[in-house]
């Protein structure tokens, strides 16, 4: 499966974003899909992931309450709602699928090209 995340951008504190990445192939629904971050210096974390079916999520502490993943597997796509962003939100965001369901990025096979999120103070 090829995937391309996009919706990035700049944005100010307590401002809002939704990231979505699109996956190609036929096997889309079959696929827990995750959301990571890399901000400059650190380490890729994570940030939500998703079941295949949409009926089980999860999340870093960091980001609960505040970001909401979600899937559509009739348009073969992931999203990743972000609201009351703060500074330290700033980081390339990946997505990235795998068969079953990890918050680890090492356990993930396929993984988009990452989108750009910069949020000001």
């Known amino acids: 499966v090829q995937l391309q995340a996009f919706g990035g951008g700049l944005v100010q504190a307590g401002g809002s974003l939704r990231l979505s990445c699109a996956a190609s192939?036929?096997?889309?629904?079959?696929?827990?899909m995750g959301w990571f971050r890399q901000a400059p210096g650190k380490e890729r974390e994570f940030v939500a992931v998703?079941?295949?079916?949409?009926?089980?999520?999860y999340y870093a502490d960091s980001v609960k309450g505040r970001f909401t993943i979600s899937r559509d597997n009739a348009k073969n796509t992931v999203y990743l709602q972000m609201k009351s962003l703060k500074p330290e939100d700033t980081a390339v965001y990946y997505c990235?699928?795998?068969?079953?369901?990890?918050?680890?990025?090492?356990?993930?096979?396929?993984w988009g090209q990452g989108t750009l999120v910069t949020v000001s103070s």
């Open positions: 998703i079941n295949w079916s949409g009926g089980s999520t």
């Open positions: 192939g036929r096997t889309f629904s079959s696929y827990g």
């Open positions: 990235a699928a795998r068969s079953g369901l990890s918050t680890t990025p090492y356990a993930y096979d396929y």
